[in-house]
């Protein structure tokens, strides 16, 4: 069953993990999914695809202080295409992610979070994945 209105996800790509992110079903807030290697994660979009429905995917952009490419551009532009061939006809977009790791990590302490919690594996990535998401759901409005 493809409900009326599909959900848009957010990626924070990193070399050791992928957190993502995903819209509630109104595209007004993000919320974590959770953080997976690349096998984890097509697993987990074609399961969302499949019971929620993929309207679109964001995938952070990692830009330099200067709003320039950096060696991990070229890293998340082969991420992309990879993406491309594992989800045909689901459209991708880039975000900017300067420093969605460094806000979110703020955002975690500010939570009231220990110390020891904010630096579970994955936590930190699927919360710059959140942000990142709602950074684009926001621009929408």
């Not at 936590?123 to 926001?138: F, H, Y």
Request: aromatic share 4%; hydrophobic share 40%.
């Amino acid at each position: 069953m493809q409900p009326t209105r599909q959900r848009i996800i957010g990626i924070d790509f990193g070399t050791k993990r992928i957190g993502v992110a995903k819209s509630d079903p109104l595209g007004m807030f993000a919320q974590p999914v959770g953080t997976f290697d690349m096998p984890g994660l097509l697993g987990a979009l074609t399961k969302v695809r499949s019971e929620e429905g993929i309207g679109l995917i964001v995938v952070g952009y990692p830009l330099s202080d200067r709003g320039e490419e950096n060696r991990m551009t070229a890293v998340v532009d082969r991420f992309i295409e990879e993406l491309r061939a594992a989800l045909p006809g689901v459209p991708i977009e880039t975000a900017d992610e300067h420093r969605s790791s460094r806000s979110a990590m703020k955002i975690l302490a500010g939570s009231g979070a220990s110390r020891k919690k904010r630096n579970e594996k994955g936590r930190l990535d699927t919360a710059a994945a959140c942000l990142i998401l709602q950074g684009w759901l926001d621009s929408r409005t």
